[in-house]
C-alpha cells in the first residue's frame, strides 16, 4: 500500500513535533493567526469547536493555507468529528477519551489523539485506535510523569497538554513526549488584538527550537 493523507499528517505532526492550539473569542483574526505560526514553523494547527464559527474557520484555513495540517480540537462527540472532517480537519483532539470518536476518526482515515490522564486511560485510548494520546492537564504531572508512562509503555505516541511552553518544552520531549500542544504560550492575545502577529511568529520560533534541543539538536 502506498502513502496516504493521514499517514502524512502523522509524519508532519511527529516531524514537527508541535501542534498550536486556536482558542479565541471570535473568528476574525484566526487566518491571520495561523499564518502567523507557520511562518515560525508550526505547521500544525488546532481549531478549538469552541471558536465560534470554527467549522467555517476550518474549511477557510485549510483551503487558503496548502502547507498548514488543520484539525479540529475540544471535539466532544462524533457528530461534532464528521463536521470538522467534512469541513477540512485532517486530525481530530478532544479533552477526554470517546470511543465514539475514535471510530468516527479512524472511519475517515483522520489522526485522532483524545485525552486521558491516568495511565490506564493512556492504555486504553491507545489499543482503542489512537494515533497520538493526548495526556492532560500535563501542568499537573509534570516530564516526570512522562518518563514513568513510558518505561512501560514505549509504543505509545505520547502529547502533552496544558502548561506547556518554550521554557519546559524540550524537558517533555526528553522525558518521551512525541508531541507537544500549545495554547496560551503560542497564541499571545494581547499581541493580537494589538495587530503584532510578529510576536506569534517568534513565540512559534522559539517551540519548535526547544522541541528540536529536547531531541538532542536533530
Not at 508550526?42 to 477557510?60: N, W
Request: net charge neutral; with cysteine.
Amino acid at each position: 500500500m502506498g502513502t496516504t493523507r493521514k499517514d502524512e499528517s502523522l509524519r508532519l505532526m511527529l516531524e514537527t513535533g508541535v501542534v498550536g492550539v486556536v482558542r479565541t473569542e471570535s473568528s476574525k483574526e484566526l487566518l491571520q493567526v495561523a499564518e502567523a505560526i507557520r511562518v515560525g514553523g508550526v505547521r500544525c494547527i488546532e481549531i478549538a469547536m469552541t471558536t465560534p464559527g470554527a467549522l467555517r474557520v476550518i474549511e477557510e484555513v485549510a483551503s487558503k493555507l496548502d502547507d498548514v495540517l488543520v484539525g479540529a480540537g475540544t471535539v466532544l462527540d462524533p457528530e461534532t468529528a464528521r463536521m470538522a472532517i467534512l469541513s477540512g480537519a485532517e486530525f481530530i483532539v478532544s479533552p477526554t477519551l470517546n470511543f465514539r470518536v475514535i471510530e468516527l476518526a479512524q472511519r475517515y482515515g483522520k489522526v485522532v489523539a483524545p485525552g486521558t490522564f491516568s495511565p490506564t486511560e493512556i492504555l486504553t485510548a491507545w489499543e482503542a485506535g489512537a494515533d497520538i494520546v493526548k495526556v492532560f492537564p500535563a501542568t499537573r504531572l509534570g516530564p516526570q510523569y512522562f518518563r514513568d508512562i513510558k518505561a512501560p509503555l514505549p509504543q505509545v505516541r505520547l502529547m502533552p497538554t496544558g502548561g506547556v511552553d518554550a521554557s519546559n518544552a524540550a524537558e517533555f520531549i526528553r522525558a518521551g513526549a512525541d508531541v507537544i500542544c500549545v495554547g496560551s504560550a503560542l497564541i499571545d492575545k494581547k499581541a493580537i488584538a494589538a495587530g503584532r502577529f510578529e510576536v506569534l511568529t517568534e513565540n512559534a520560533r522559539k517551540l519548535i527550537e526547544a522541541v528540536k534541543a529536547g531531541r538532542g539538536g536533530l
